[in-house]
């Protein structure tokens, strides 16, 4: 089985902060790892993803993740906020090997104050 | 090019009657996944499909739930009898196919039972 968890319900930050949200991952093999965003009333749009490779992935809008194998971590990263940042993150996990659905954390609000 | 689209954007229901939920994926996507959001939860996973074949349907919450996939492309999912716990937000997602591919998430459908 294969599980995601994502430790903060709400994340506050001011503007111009660094950023973190954090994501744990349990999997049975090597996982491809993935960060999602919504916005209100919009559907999830993809950020950025993890194959394989180098652990520091660089996605959109200025966000990156560090794949931590031996922490079975992903957590995202963003040096300076914005105001616009503020949104609903969720982080995916999947197996390498055969079929296994994507499973998605709760997710975390993350809420940058002017 | 465009998107996954879904429809309608809202629909309100009364307890009991029976609804239909639309999915346009993108066009030449193999896979396409039905999700389901709750106020405050994350994403859970409803059904799979490859083509018009359905392998994994573990997520339909009961029999009361069913979809299904023409021409490879669009798919309703139907909910018969609903219920008030049925109100929730529903996602499409599509995808090419293979196992680290970006889901491409529509709009979505939100949906209340009164």
């Known amino acids: 089985a294969q599980s995601v968890a994502q430790p903060e319900d709400q994340v506050n930050v001011a503007e111009g902060n660094p950023l973190t949200v954090k994501c744990t991952y349990s999997v049975s093999g090597n996982p491809y790892l993935f960060w999602y965003v919504q916005y209100p009333n919009r559907g999830l749009q993809f950020l950025l993803k993890?194959?394989?490779?180098?652990?520091l992935v660089k996605g959109s809008y200025g966000f990156e993740a560090e794949f931590n194998k031996s922490q079975t971590s992903f957590h995202l990263k963003k040096p300076s906020a914005l105001v616009s940042d503020s949104a609903l993150y969720f982080c995916a996990v999947r197996v390498h090997r055969g079929y296994q659905k994507v499973t998605f954390g709760t997710g975390t609000k993350l809420q940058v104050i002017p | 090019g465009a998107g996954v689209s879904q429809s309608p954007s809202n629909k309100v229901t009364e307890k009991g009657k029976d609804v239909e939920l639309r999915c346009d994926p993108i066009?030449?996507?193999?896979?396409l996944y039905w999700y389901r959001q709750s106020l405050g939860q994350g994403l859970e996973f409803l059904i799979y499909f490859q083509g018009n074949s359905a392998p994994d349907k573990s997520g339909l919450p009961s029999d009361r739930f069913s979809a299904e996939r023409t021409g490879g492309s669009v798919s309703t999912l139907t909910i018969q009898r609903t219920q008030q716990e049925d109100s929730a937000v529903y996602l499409c997602?599509?995808?090419w196919g293979g196992g680290a591919d970006t889901q491409y998430f529509g709009p979505g459908t939100r949906l209340t039972v009164l």
């Open positions: 066009s030449g996507h193999t896979a």
């Open positions: 997602a599509s995808t």
């Open positions: 993890y194959i394989t490779g180098d652990n």
